[in-house]
């Protein structure tokens, strides 16, 4: 009737005064690392790396020492591990081992968890995420990278961070190596997207070449504001044989 198109347009009219409504998600930034940070780690401690053998992170760490082990097959691996100062974790590169990663992950964190003072933690996921710099990631590794960062969640009291880097990228690995050694994810002032914003310590960060990126929450425009757009499909079909 005319009272309900009446109320619908003084609706309308409020809603236009108001200005575009605004949905919030969560994208890489590329920001800025703190400088140069001081090696944390001193002379004398030693690095245990799990899973994949990446050579390169490895000669970069020098000069501390660095033990590979495989993916904790052995049971005194619990008892070797309280003798390390800290704990790479490398995710294999191979498909056919995420479930085998995975499982590993889980007994990492349970044993991790048990500690009293638990042991520093990195685990690296090779592409899984992208930027401004890289549109296509891979797969195979998301399943590792969304647990850890589960355990950001769940499990707040272990000393985990999360890097996800280019296992293929000589300034990616160098940049890695220089962030583990200096025990820590520090960003400094900076503009991002347009904000101002102060020195932060970060619990997960993608790398890309030398650049490193962070979490950081943006607008977008609602669905309303955006240009439309319509999917048809059969109401009845076969896909692949199913019906």
């Known amino acids: 009737d005319s009272t309900a198109r009446s109320r619908a347009s003084q609706a309308l009219s409020q809603s236009k005064a108001r200005g575009p409504e605004w949905l919030y998600s969560c994208e890489w930034a590329r920001v800025s690392r703190a400088g140069?940070?001081?090696?944390q780690i001193?002379?004398?401690?030693?690095?245990?790396?799990?899973?994949?053998q990446l050579e390169s992170l490895s000669k970069m760490l020098n000069p501390w020492p660095v033990a590979y082990d495989d993916l904790l097959n052995h049971a005194d691996l619990w008892h070797k591990m309280k003798t390390y100062d800290a704990v790479i974790?490398?995710?294999?590169?191979r498909p056919i081992d995420e479930?085998?990663?995975m499982s590993s992950a889980l007994q990492l964190a349970q044993w991790q968890i048990s500690l009293d003072q638990p042991i520093p933690w990195w685990i690296c996921t090779h592409s899984t995420q992208t930027t401004d710099l890289v549109d296509r990631s891979v797969c195979a590794q998301s399943g590792l990278w969304g647990f850890a960062r589960a355990c950001l969640q769940e499990a707040a009291r272990l000393p985990l961070k999360c890097l996800d880097l280019n296992f293929f990228c000589h300034e990616g690995v160098r940049t890695t190596?220089?962030?583990?050694a200096s025990g820590s994810l520090e960003t400094s002032n900076g503009n991002v997207f347009g904000l101002r914003v102060a020195p932060s310590v970060e619990q997960e960060a993608t790398l890309h070449q030398s650049s490193m990126y962070?979490?950081?929450?943006?607008?977008?425009?609602?669905?309303s504001q955006s240009n439309a757009f319509a999917l048809s499909c059969e109401p009845r079909g076969t896909f692949r044989s199913l019906h």
């Open 89 to 93: 974790y490398i995710a294999e590169l």
């Open 214 to 223: 962070s979490r950081r929450l943006v607008q977008h425009p609602t669905a």
């Open 42 to 52: 001193s002379a004398s401690s030693s690095l245990l790396i799990l899973g994949e």
């Open 177 to 180: 190596a220089s962030i583990i």
């Open 99 to 101: 479930l085998v990663a």
């Open 36 to 39: 140069d940070l001081a090696a």
